[in-house]
């Protein structure tokens, strides 16, 4: 008896898994880069390797460089494993995020991921940003400390929204939960967004304030990129038309992946 019944329990714990599992941002398809992205500026200090598995961007005197997704998206799960440029790179900026900056001048929204450049020694700082229909008011920007070095090895960098709520993950950890509340109103990011990647020289802001701006003698710093993760309602660019079929819901994205306590914030 003792035998089935530790069998059965087995089997609990493994049917357990197998929906945690499949629960998990790790088990979205993940795709080569020319599929989701394109080019978007800095066309020398940008390299696709691995047939778009590996994309990297780098920053030297001329030139930062970024891309940018082909299609808007309308909610979803969006995620990029980066490894950060090692040693000194203070003044050094870069960022992960979505927007539509580009097409709403005065109502933009807007969801970051943006990493602040580092002194040897010191730990990388990330900071995320969220801006609803141009309101800087909602979610303004949190910085925090990493529990590892971001530039010994890939991490993911995650962005989950919906129509209720934003979740910035790393490395499948929550980092920060951000809600939809009433008196919000207009104010929570509901318009279709772009993808973004880019290094680019925040000398005058990033490191300490400004205090610390690039040094070019340590140049190209160069930032990897991988695991393009691009799951959400694809919206035509041109003619704003979702080509999933249901724009307005949200039922094919989860709405939260996994119940462990974020991080404390630093
Ligand atoms: C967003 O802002 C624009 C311009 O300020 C305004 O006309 C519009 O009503 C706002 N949208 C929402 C959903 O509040």
């Known amino acids: 008896m003792g035998c089935s019944h530790l069998g059965f329990l087995l089997l609990i714990y493994y049917f357990l898994l197998v929906v945690l599992a499949s629960e998990s941002p ?54 990029v494993s980066i490894k950060l440029p090692a040693d000194y790179t203070a003044g050094v900026v870069v960022a992960f995020y979505m927007s539509n900056g580009d097409m709403f001048e005065k109502n933009h929204d ?18 995320t940003n969220v801006y609803g229909n141009g309101s800087t008011s909602i979610g303004r920007e949190e910085r925090y400390s990493l529990w590892f070095d971001p530039s010994d090895n890939f991490h993911q960098y995650s962005i989950l929204w919906t129509d209720s709520q934003i979740i910035f993950y790393v490395d499948n950890v929550p980092i920060r939960e951000f809600k939809r509340t009433e ?17 680019w ?20 710093y160069m930032a990897e990129f991988s695991d393009f993760v691009l799951h959400g309602c694809a919206v035509d660019p041109i003619e704003h038309l979702a080509k999933c079929d249901n724009p307005q819901s949200s039922e094919a994205i989860p709405t939260e992946f996994d119940t462990k306590f974020p991080r404390s914030s630093v």
């Not at 580092?118 to 900071?127: A, L, T, V």
């Not at 020289?201 to 190209?220: E, H, I």
Request: proline share 4%.
């Open 183 to 199: 008196s919000m109103g207009g104010d929570f990011p509901s318009k279709p967004m772009t993808l973004y990647a880019t290094i």
């Open 201 to 220: 020289d925040g000398s005058d802001w990033a490191t300490n304030g400004g205090k610390y701006r690039v040094n070019y003698k340590y140049a190209p």
């Open 110 to 127: 807007e969801i970051d991921f943006e990493f602040l450049g580092n002194i040897r020694g010191k730990n990388w700082r990330i900071q």
């Open 26 to 79: 790790k088990s979205f398809p993940i795709m080569a880069f020319d599929v989701g992205y394109t080019q978007l500026f800095g066309s020398d200090n940008m390299a696709v390797h691995r047939e778009g598995k590996l994309v990297h961007l780098s920053l030297d005197e001329r030139t930062g460089s970024g891309f940018v997704s082909q299609d808007l998206y309308l909610h979803g799960f969006f995620s």
